[in-house]
T-cell receptor
Framework: DTGVSQNPRHKITKRGQNVTFRCDPI?????LYWYRQTLGQGPEFLTY????????KSRLLSDRFSAERPKGSFSTLEIQRTEQGDSAMYLC????????????FGSGTRLTVV | QKEVEQDPGPLSVPEGAIVSLNCTYS??????FMWYRQYSRKGPELLMY????GNKEDGRFTAQVDKSSKYISLFIRDSQPSDSATYLC?????????????FGKGTTLSVSS
């Protein structure tokens, strides 16, 4: 098991474009989380899934953001009509529901909106 | 006032020193307390987590929680240059309020050899 995998590692996009990130969690982990981290700040919670069900969403997750976990395995996070304020590191983490705080984070996708 | 406050540092210590990292919080509902280490351009790595008050030790690391003072600490004994990283505290109220973690800003630690 290689841990939580995120792709791409870096993404540069023009303002107004749509972007999609992928997260592959640890295979036996049924919980998957998305966080966003800006420079000099701690990660901020965006949303989480248990299996394929999206159970919680932050107010930070505007209508331009959508996340899916179609078969309870990998997840995608899409940002539509990107804005410069979306520039950040997008982190994915996974855990077991029997150990919900035993998170394993991926290395993140760094998004730069120009 | 932010829910979780953490002095960003930077904190510089010589190799072998004892390091003390701290966070304060305002939400008395927090019950789960975590410490993460984050190296540059990497995701956070879970070091320890504790439930409610008390101490927990794991090798060179000791975590303390004082819920009456809303104050948590991480102590690193015999610090090494490889401990140089940003240390993040994180907290959660527990399952009934969701499992989202609230993070501090992180403290940057530099251990010199």
């Amino acid at each position: 098991d290689t841990g939580v995998s995120q792709n791409p590692r870096h993404k540069i996009t023009k303002r107004g474009q749509n972007v999609t990130f992928r997260c592959d969690p640890i295979s036996e982990h049924n919980r998957l989380y998305w966080y966003r981290q800006t420079l000099g700040q701690g990660p901020e919670f965006l949303t989480y899934f248990q299996n394929e069900a999206q159970l919680e969403k932050s107010r930070l997750l505007s209508d331009r953001f959508s996340a899916e976990r179609p078969k309870g395995s990998f997840s995608t996070l899409e940002i539509q009509r990107t804005e410069q304020g979306d520039s950040a590191m997008y982190l994915c983490a996974s855990s077991l529901s029997t150990d919900p705080y035993g998170y394993t984070f991926g290395s993140g996708t760094r998004l730069t909106v120009v | 006032q932010k829910e979780v406050e953490q002095d960003p540092g930077p904190l510089s210590v010589p190799e072998g020193a004892i390091v003390s990292l701290n966070c304060t919080y305002s939400n008395s509902a927090f019950q789960y307390f975590m410490w993460y280490r984050q190296y540059s351009r990497k995701g956070p790595e879970l070091l320890m987590y504790t439930y409610s008050s008390g101490n927990k030790e794991d090798g060179r690391f000791t975590a303390q929680v004082d819920k009456s003072s809303k104050y948590i600490s991480l102590f690193i004994r015999d610090s090494q240059p490889s401990d140089s990283a940003t240390y993040l505290c994180a907290m959660s109220a527990g399952n009934q309020a969701g499992t989202a973690l609230i993070f501090g800003k992180g403290t940057t630690l530099s251990v010199s050899s």
